[in-house]
């Protein structure tokens, strides 16, 4: 019989013949391996599962399918309806290896914690806490005294809050300070920052009114002194982050625009984004401001986001003199912009290694930065060596850069090595997709048809993981 069915290949009859094996869905549905699998995800979405291998087991038959395989496939059709009910529902957010050596990526999540960090959040989450008591008293405390006492140490005389991010904290300072009023701006800084922070938008629903200045390339503190009048709330400056005018350019400095502000009883809020805390000149990287300098020059508020070069949760951190940061902190929107314990409990043990001194060791956003490239030649050499044969796979090393991303210093590189991968019979598109469909999910990028795996942004303990991933990739292709 199977000899018969095989010879007649492509015909209709031998396809009707294949589909007649394929078992109904009432049969299949009363397996009881299958009919066990209703208690835990419900009957209608085996009943679903099950259709939808049905087809697709029809489906491999009009595409040649050979009656071994199906026979293969029927036989392990109970393990598959019950994989697939159980790939449905799993977590959608899911670890992924960052080989792209873009530090602070946004779309892979920013910044990957600390330990300490993380202890600090399973201690925290495990059970209850003195969020919102005071435990002295005994009454009712506040959930914003967490974190400053260590932002206060960091900066010393001056005030910080805490609140969901950066463009939370934007908008609250807007709103708390310019609520139907203007707000004066250079036009060189109403940028669009990843996507979906654009300063002007942001400006307007915080409900106040945006006062252009100057020129894309070119602003003088002339023309924000030109601009104030009766109706002026704030002065804002914008870090531009990711994009640079560069050429015939021009801009007023921090300090001039604080004085003017101070001068004429206006408030000044820098927002300053990649809330870089130290000097990164000893990393030999481009020279950017930090929050210290962002408020040496004289702005009542500095707003930088928890999540980028400080290393910590999602967070937008407003610093600064304490009579705006209570004001702000009393603006009802801040309740709505609030963060929950954990954030604190990350954001707490984030500070702490900055507060010792041993942020460059424990944050792995600046052990990342600061990784020297010799370092990353000698990981790569090993990783390769530990990987083996790797059959079609053509690997090797290269000198290239890295980037910190994450709208800090963008155009900042390291120098670093990558390894390169290439396979003769496949593209490397192909090879990227592949890898992202691993699990653990591996992201690398494309550098003239090579493929790039940069372990700077790779955990070691993630390594073993990856040569998995490329092991893998080697058996598909083969
Ligand atoms: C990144 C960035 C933001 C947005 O920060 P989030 O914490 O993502 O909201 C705002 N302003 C500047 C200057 C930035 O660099």
């Given at each position: 019989m199977s000899k018969r069915l095989t010879t007649t290949s492509s015909s209709p009859d031998r396809r009707k013949a294949l589909f007649r094996r394929v078992p109904s869905i009432e049969r299949i549905l009363s397996r009881p391996a299958i009919h066990s699998l209703a208690s835990t995800f419900g009957r209608q979405a085996v009943t679903d599962?099950?259709?939808?291998?049905?087809?697709?087991?029809?489906?491999?038959?009009?595409?040649?399918?050979?009656?071994?395989?199906?026979?293969?496939?029927?036989?392990?059709?109970?393990e598959a309806v019950g994989e697939k009910l159980r790939e449905e529902i799993r977590a959608s957010l899911r670890p992924a290896i960052n080989a792209t050596g873009i530090i602070v990526h946004t779309n892979l999540g920013r910044a990957p914690l600390s330990d300490r960090a993380v202890d600090a959040i399973s201690e925290i989450a495990r059970g209850y806490t003195n969020l919102e008591l005071d435990l002295e008293t005994g009454k009712r405390g506040s959930r914003h005294q967490h974190a400053s006492h260590l932002l206060s140490r960091l900066f010393p005389g001056k005030s910080a809050l805490v609140v969901n991010n950066a463009a939370a904290a934007v908008m609250l300072s807007l709103n708390?300070?310019?609520?139907?009023?203007?707000?004066?701006?250079?036009?060189?800084?109403?940028v669009e920052i990843g996507g979906s922070f654009r300063v002007p938008d942001i400006l307007v629903r915080s409900g106040a009114r945006l006062r252009e200045v100057g020129t894309t390339n070119k602003t003088r503190i002339a023309d924000y002194e030109q601009a104030i009048g009766p109706e002026t709330g704030v002065l804002l400056r914008v870090h531009p982050s990711n994009f640079r005018i560069v050429g015939f350019t021009e801009s007023a400095s921090t300090e001039e625009i604080a004085k003017l502000g101070r001068e004429r009883g206006l408030t000044?809020?820098?927002d300053f984004g990649s809330g870089n805390l130290l000097s990164l000149a000893p990393f030999s990287l481009p020279r950017e401001p930090t929050v210290a300098q962002s408020l040496a020059s004289g702005v009542h508020?500095?707003?930088?986001s928890g999540d980028k070069l400080l290393g910590g949760p999602q967070a937008g951190i407003l610093v600064g003199d304490h009579a705006a940061i209570e004001t702000c902190r009393k603006n009802p929107m801040a309740r709505a912009l609030r963060v929950d314990k954990l954030t604190y409990a990350a954001l707490e043990a984030t500070l702490l290694s900055f507060v010792e001194g041993k942020a460059t060791r424990e944050i792995p956003v600046l052990r990342m930065l600061s990784a020297p490239q010799s370092a990353i030649r000698k990981r790569s050499e090993r990783f390769i060596t530990a990987l083996g044969d790797t059959g079609q796979l053509e690997l090797a090393i290269e000198a290239t850069t890295s980037r910190i991303g994450g709208g800090?210093?963008?155009?900042?590189?390291?120098?670093?090595y990558a390894i390169t991968i290439v396979d003769p019979s496949t593209p490397a598109q192909n090879i990227v997709t592949a890898l992202?469909?691993?699990?653990?999910p591996v992201i690398a990028r494309i550098v003239d048809g090579r493929v790039l795996i940069d372990l700077r942004t790779v955990a070691e303990q993630d390594e073993d993981a990856l040569r998995a991933a490329l092991i893998s990739i080697q058996d598909d292709a083969s």
């Open positions: 599962a099950t259709r939808t291998l049905c087809a697709e087991l029809k489906r491999a038959v009009t595409e040649g399918l050979t009656e071994e395989e199906l026979e293969e496939r029927i036989g392990a059709l109970d708390t300070f310019a609520a139907s009023k203007e707000v004066v701006i250079s036009r060189g800084e109403l000044v809020i820098e508020i500095s707003i930088f800090a210093a963008v155009d900042a590189e390291i120098a670093t992202r469909a691993h699990r653990p």
